[in-house]
């Protein structure tokens, strides 16, 4: 949360952000729903501990849709990557052929 917080993830583009993301969120879905099945089951059935093996299932509840759109987000961004380098790589073989269009942001180099 901090690292989004102080804009860390803009600074440091060579992270994969969102998969990271993902991993976290999913990482953390898992080990609230372990320790709420854990807390439901060896609970002594007290108020506090029936509250809290609730409140675990529902915090499993909300990270398990922010894991949804972590996934969202992840194939959205892969998707986004690959047509940048798709371009890219259409862009130079246009050019190293000779077939490179009048347009500004391509400038070719004569020797």
Not at 50 to 62: D, L, S
Not at 86 to 106: C, D, F, L, V
Request: charged share 20%.
């Amino acid at each position: 949360l901090v690292i989004f917080c102080v804009n860390f993830h803009m600074r440091v583009p060579q992270i994969n952000w969102n998969l990271t993301d993902l991993v976290n969120t999913g990482l953390s879905a898992i080990f609230f729903f372990i320790s709420s099945i854990v807390l439901a089951v060896l609970n002594h059935r007290t108020g506090a501990e029936i509250a809290a093996a609730v409140f675990g299932f529902m915090v499993t509840a909300v990270y398990s849709f922010n894991v949804y759109l972590a996934v969202k987000k992840w194939r959205e961004g892969s998707r986004q990557q690959n047509a940048r380098q798709n371009s890219e790589y259409t862009r130079a073989r246009t050019a190293s052929r000779g077939e490179a269009e009048t347009r500004p942001e391509i400038v070719r180099l004569e020797a």
